[in-house]
Antibody, heavy 118, light 110 residues
Framework: QVQLQLWGAGLLKPSETLSLTCAVYGGSFSNHYWTWIRQPPGKGLEWIGEINHSGNTNYNPSLKSRLTISVDTSKNQFSLKLSSVTAADTAMFYC????????????WGQGILVTVSS | QSALTQPASVSGSPGQSITISCTGTSSDVGGYNYVSWYQQHPGKAPKLMIYHVSYRPSGVSNRFSGSKSGSTASLTISGLQAEDEADYYCSSYTSISTYVFGTGTKVTVL
């Protein structure tokens, strides 16, 4: 069974850098893209970006200038960094697996609430 | 990239069928058969219900079905049950190798 577990700082001040890591347990790490998705409180889902085991990335154009997604294949982990955060970045952040040849998100982490407040 | 358009809310009585629409463009929904649907209960992570427009993952009830016509995809829930009350989101792969979600639909079982 595939499990995704994420962690990181839950409270940030404006202008700081958001940093989250997601660890993958079970299944194949190298056969998939791994993605980040966020959801502001009471609002809809927003796709952030994805990475594969080779480090190939695709980013949401609206976040690209502040976004870095990286991978550590030795630990089956991938990470998200979002710089210069504002209150508008307050959201539940999820990591998820892109199903092989599915172009959809078949396994999700539990989510972590990140709040940006002065 | 703009969010795909979904109705804010849809409701139905137990046993009835409801359909949720998801409208995009030729650069996303209309251009690829990579539309998926997710169910999200309050406080929970989303769950994949439909992929590739109309395919169900193992374990998902056959009361859930998907279709697409042009740039509009649809999710139909038949035999509506109380447990189906949740938020539903569509998603599509796009022409710039990204994904875009729909605005979300709250399903209420009357």
């Amino acid at each position: 069974q595939v499990q995704l577990q994420l962690w990181g700082a839950g409270l940030l001040k404006p202008s700081e850098t958001l940093s989250l890591t997601c660890a993958v347990y079970g299944g194949s790490f190298s056969n998939h893209y791994w993605t980040w998705i966020r959801q502001p409180p009471g609002k809809g889902l927003e796709w952030i970006g994805e990475i594969n085991h080779s480090g190939n990335t695709n980013y949401n154009p609206s976040l690209k200038s502040r976004l870095t997604i990286s991978v550590d294949t030795s630990k089956n982990q991938f990470s998200l960094k979002l710089s210069s955060v504002t209150a508008a970045d307050t959201a539940m952040f999820y990591c998820a697996r892109v199903g092989e040849q599915l172009w959809s998100f078949d396994y999700w982490g539990q989510g972590i609430l990140v709040t940006v407040s002065s | 990239q703009s969010a795909l358009t979904q109705p804010a809310s849809v409701s139905g009585s137990p046993g009835q069928s409801i359909t949720i629409s998801c409208t995009g463009t030729s650069s996303d929904v209309g251009g690829y058969n990579y539309v998926s649907w997710y169910q999200q209960h309050p406080g929970k992570a989303p769950k994949l219900m439909i992929y590739h427009v109309s395919y169900r993952p193992s374990g998902v009830s056959n009361r859930f079905s998907g279709s697409k016509s042009g740039s509009t995809a649809s999710l139909t829930i038949s035999g509506l049950q109380a447990e189906d009350e949740a938020d539903y989101y569509c998603s599509s792969y796009t022409s710039i190798s990204t994904y875009v979600f729909g605005t979300g639909t709250k399903v209420t079982v009357l």
